[in-house]
């Protein structure tokens, strides 16, 4: 069985060719199916669709299987198909397989360690045609990308603004379960961090901004109130976290305004992430006992900290996908031995077959029941070593010249010829 | 032969503070490393305190090295009722370093010593009571150290705190003041038996500071409970504390 992928991704194809070859999760279903059971040399199929890229995995006993692959490849971009083939790029068999278990840990993503694509892997997989090899492949590729996030770090550090915002707010406060959140300008930077911070569990109480109308709206989608900049000092009372990105020339949360209310919460801590430029919020209300001010250089860089975190993880990753890699080649390569050894074995159950019926009604039916458990063990304890030996020289050089020696001796070849 | 345990003591809590100091530069990699340190060296510590308590007739950690020797076994078990967590296990990064040099301090004293004189058993209630008081405000006072250390990184914006995860702020202030709370209730009830059982002959300087800590470490949750006094100022309160927790063990058997 041969495996092959033909595939376009970030790493060489813009955008605009990237999307010529997108199909969505019933697309690639629709695709896989075609492929693999268009009457090809292709016998399985899995289709790996996400913005970043577009794979086909494709597996069959002929060798034309890497052509099958990038044919449907180029007729998936369709008139486009000129500008797709110089960014293509065209694996097989182990170079396609560790190729699959880099991309299920993360490490060809555009950020390393990206957790949405071991899902992804896997919603492809549920919804392709996979049959042994494919199935084997994608079986151990999750497997390489769950190693990889439980045994290093590659995934645990935030990646961008709003997520590092968020990992910070959970580093001061034990949990964001029905934290209050005070968003402070009403612009789509405010609310992509809100929605991070409320997917982790805190609450949206209040959007404050210049317009009234702007903050409502935000405020409804989000769940919260909307209030004017003016109603701040006393919003910030109960609050736990602040965001602020207004477009505003000068500081909004001024010292005057802000301090003595930070000062009567006695150093109950306080979160404010200014993601504004000019800034927001006064620096000096970050000298404040329990409030703790990250503006947008020092979110950037711890972002930039963790990215380089998540690039030290990576080489243990690849340690993992390259020992999953290495399983795969094993048993893929113990494929070649194991018509020798099934014959083999047919063989010996033939011969103690063939004889325990020469006994027929010479032996007691206790009797035959005996010598038929004790031929079979026989049988057993003689092919476990050869057998064992068989497979372990599946992965060498000499597999198959160990399979033929095997079929020479027992002369199994004229058996399978007959 | 018991005595010999005091190596593997040693090494295993000097190694899980290695590991945890190396850790400041890591991605918690090798802390499992760190906590297998620590659950060695408990386990082989916990031998040798049973086999003291065999060999003696009594209570066998009444003098300051005996008494050095229990504590940080109280301190190591105090940690490692949270330290089994993966977030807390930076915990020990304030307690292991603290254990090591309690073992080789008691050592050096001969509090490790199988022949130990044996007291009374009121004694052994009275100085348990207060020993374990004693941990529960040094794993309390290591609570406070990582939230002054922590609270540190977030003001000076240290790029790599999301890179060593420590438990959040708001964890450590709450463990730090749960632990006070339990350390307040056992030296209470230490300092109870103590003079309900024993002879007490006015008030010597151990008696003194220990009537201080009580006094100190209360103060303390008063404070926080009536007056919401938390966070930094918490824990600077408990680092505080901890000074007199660490005088009052050599002024019991030196200034008695």
């Known amino acids: 069985m041969r495996l092959a992928l033909a595939g376009v991704s970030h790493h060489r194809a813009?955008?605009?060719?990237?999307?010529?070859?997108?199909?969505?999760?019933?697309?690639?279903?629709?695709?896989?199916?075609?492929?693999?059971?268009?009457g090809g040399p292709a016998h399985e199929a899995v289709v790996l669709s996400t913005c970043n890229r577009t794979e086909l995995y494709l597996a069959g006993d002929d060798a034309g299987v890497a052509e099958h692959a990038d044919r449907a490849l180029l007729a998936l971009a369709g008139p486009g198909a000129p500008a797709l083939a110089p960014a293509a790029y065209r694996l097989a068999d182990e170079s396609a397989a560790l190729h699959l278990f880099r991309v299920a840990a993360g490490l060809d993503s555009m950020v390393p360690g990206e957790g949405e694509i071991l899902g992804q892997v896997r919603d492809a997989f549920e919804a392709g045609s996979p049959g042994p090899l494919l199935g084997r492949?994608?079986?151990?590729?999750?497997?390489?990308?769950r190693r990889a996030r439980v045994e290093t770090a590659i995934g645990e550090s935030p990646a961008s603004i709003p997520a590092a915002a968020a990992a910070l707010a959970e580093q001061v406060f034990d949990g964001l379960e029905r934290r209050r959140v005070v968003l402070v300008g009403a612009g789509r930077t405010s609310e992509s961090t809100a929605r991070n911070l409320r997917s982790r569990g805190a609450t949206i109480e209040v959007v404050a901004n210049r317009t009234l109308d702007r903050a409502a709206r935000l405020a409804e989608a989000l769940g919260g109130r909307a209030a004017a900049l003016e109603a701040l000092p006393a919003a910030l009372e109960d609050a736990d976290v602040v965001v602020s990105s207004t477009s505003s020339a000068g500081v909004v949360l001024t010292h005057d305004a802000l301090a003595p209310v930070l000062r009567a919460r006695r150093g109950r801590p306080i979160l404010i992430?200014?993601?504004?430029?000019?800034r927001d919020v006064d620096p000096s209300l970050g000298e404040i006992d329990g409030c703790f001010l990250y503006d947008l250089d020092a979110l950037e860089g711890v972002v930039a900290a963790t990215l380089e975190g998540r690039r030290s993880e990576a080489v243990h990753a690849e340690r993992i996908v390259s020992e999953e890699a290495e399983r795969f080649r094993v048993w893929r390569a113990s494929l070649a031995v194991v018509?020798?050894?099934?014959?083999?074995?047919?063989?010996?159950?033939?011969?103690?077959?063939?004889?325990?019926?020469?006994?027929?009604?010479?032996?007691?039916?206790?009797?035959?029941?005996?010598?038929?458990t004790l031929t079979a063990q026989i049988v057993n304890k003689l092919l476990h070593l050869p057998t064992v030996r068989l497979k372990e020289a599946a992965v060498t050089a000499d597999g198959l010249l160990y399979a033929d020696v095997v079929r020479h001796l027992f002369g199994l070849e004229e058996e399978d010829g007959a | 032969m018991a005595e010999l345990l005091v190596w593997p003591i040693v090494i295993a809590y000097g190694e899980a503070a290695l590991v945890y100091a190396g850790e400041l530069r890591g991605h918690g990699r090798y802390d499992r490393l760190g906590i297998w340190g620590v659950r060695v060296g408990w386990l082989a510590q916990t031998a040798l305190l049973l086999a003291q308590a065999r060999s003696a007739d009594g209570f066998p950690w009444g003098t300051w090295a005996g008494a050095l020797n229990l504590l940080s076994w109280l301190v190591v078990t105090g940690y490692l009722v949270w330290g089994c967590r993966p977030r807390y296990r930076l915990v020990g990064l304030a307690v292991m370093p603290l254990a090591a040099c309690l073992v080789v301090l008691a050592w050096a004293g001969g509090g490790t010593a199988l022949d130990a004189r044996g007291d009374g058993w009121a004694l052994a209630v009275h100085a348990g009571l207060m020993l374990a008081g004693l941990a529960s405000f040094t794993v309390a006072a290591a609570m406070a150290g990582l939230y002054v250390f922590e609270d540190r990184r977030l003001k000076r914006h240290d790029a790599a705190v999301l890179r060593l995860r420590l438990p959040s702020l708001e964890a450590l202030d709450r463990l730090a003041a749960r632990a006070t709370l339990v350390g307040l209730v056992l030296l209470s009830a230490g300092i109870a038996v103590g003079l309900a059982w024993l002879d007490v002959n006015g008030l010597d300087a151990a008696m003194t500071v220990a009537v201080l800590?009580?006094?100190?470490?209360a103060l303390a949750l008063v404070v926080r409970w009536e007056a919401g006094v938390r966070g930094r100022r918490f824990a600077r309160l408990l680092l505080a504390g901890v000074l007199l927790v660490l005088a009052v063990l050599p002024l019991t058997h030196f200034a008695a």
């Open chain 1, 137 to 145: 492949a994608f079986r151990m590729a999750l497997r390489a990308g």
């Open chain 2, 213 to 217: 800590i009580w006094v100190v470490y």
């Open chain 1, 14 to 38: 813009p955008l605009d060719v990237r999307e010529r070859v997108a199909v969505d999760l019933e697309g690639a279903r629709a695709l896989a199916r075609a492929l693999a059971a268009g």
């Open chain 1, 339 to 372: 018509p020798a050894i099934a014959s083999l074995r047919a063989h010996a159950e033939e011969i103690r077959s063939a004889e325990l019926a020469r006994l027929d009604g010479r032996l007691a039916e206790g009797e035959r029941d005996v010598v038929d």
């Open chain 1, 273 to 278: 992430v200014d993601l504004a430029v000019p």
